[in-house]
């Protein structure tokens, strides 16, 4: 068998830290999870009893200056968020060579967790319901030329049916006089909100997937819902701007909504 160097690195410079460990002023209760590069900590602060995610770079990554920057800059977009459904960054500290951020706890459960250990499943309607969340996110975002690009189940969490969008490791401000720039990204987190509604589609979907059957022919999507994905996925024509794809997930969900004709 071989092993992935990925792996290696992981678990032999990644380990978790231990729970009680204090980090600053904050006692690590449990980890919720290793990404691609952050490991990540339920803490309480020690000062207000509060509890809060504190995000160390893998110590594997830290090594590099560039994924050092990436992880400061990480926390430097998030300071200049403000919105409801985006953890606010709250402090940020170094304990020897490395770094750590803290963040405000979104106390529900990513996509990916929702979908495969607890096979939740979501209607059609259900699933454009909370896109339509998600996408008033992503206008915020895009309106303050910042794009995400890394949209996926893992990072957007649920908490008590409202969407949080987490993980801004990827992310850019880009300059609106860069227009190719800009556009490219906005394509890319379009896309990516498209692949995001696939997946909730799929969530109901019973028989088993085949390569040789496309989303079309194993879904059977409402028309209006196939017209939104497919401008969203670039098969048509696709969208120049936010108003758009509202104008369309409304139309679905409109239609959704109308009772079936017999
Ligand atoms: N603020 C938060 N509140 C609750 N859970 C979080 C928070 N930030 C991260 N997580 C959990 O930790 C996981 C990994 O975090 P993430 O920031 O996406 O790391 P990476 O950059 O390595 O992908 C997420 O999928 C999510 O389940
Ligand atoms: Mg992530």
């Known amino acids: 068998m071989v092993l992935k160097w990925s792996y290696v690195t992981r678990f032999i410079f990644d380990k978790p830290q231990k729970n009680g460990t204090v980090l600053n002023r904050y006692t690590l209760k449990k980890c919720l999870g290793v990404g691609a590069y952050g490991m990540i900590y339920l803490c309480t602060d ?11 770079l ?7 200056q560039r994924e050092w920057e990436r992880f400061k800059d990480e926390a430097e977009l998030l300071r200049k968020i403000d919105h ?13 060579n490395q770094y750590y951020y803290v963040m405000e706890y979104v106390d529900g459960d990513n996509i990916e967790d929702l979908l495969f250990f607890q096979n939740q499943m979501f209607t059609e309607l259900e699933a454009l319901i909370m896109m339509k969340q998600l996408l008033s996110i992503i206008s915020y975002l895009h309106q303050h030329n910042i794009f ?15 969407v949080h969008l987490i993980d801004f490791g990827l992310a850019n401000r880009i300059d609106q006089d860069n227009e190719k720039a800009v556009s490219n990204y906005r ?10 509604i696939l997946f909730l589609m799929y969530s109901k979907f019973k028989g088993k997937k085949s390569k040789k059957r496309t989303w079309l022919e194993e879904l059977s999507l ?15 024509e696709p ?3 936010v108003n758009e794809i509202k104008k369309d997930l409304n139309i679905a969900m409109e239609a959704l909504k109308e009772p079936k004709r017999v």
């Open 187 to 196: 394509q890319d987190d379009y896309y990516d909100f498209g692949q995001m």
């Open 46 to 56: 020690n000062r207000s009893g509060k509890k809060y995610v504190v995000k160390q």
């Open 222 to 236: 409402h028309p209006e819902t196939v017209i939104l994905l497919k401008k969203l996925l670039g098969i048509s």
């Open 58 to 64: 893998r110590p594997s990554k830290g090594k590099k």
């Open 84 to 96: 409801h459904a985006i953890p606010a960054l709250m402090d940020e500290f170094r304990i020897e």
């Open 148 to 162: 995400h690009t890394d949209i996926r189940p893992p990072n957007v969490i649920v908490k008590q049916e409202k």
């Open 239 to 241: 969208y120049t701007n």
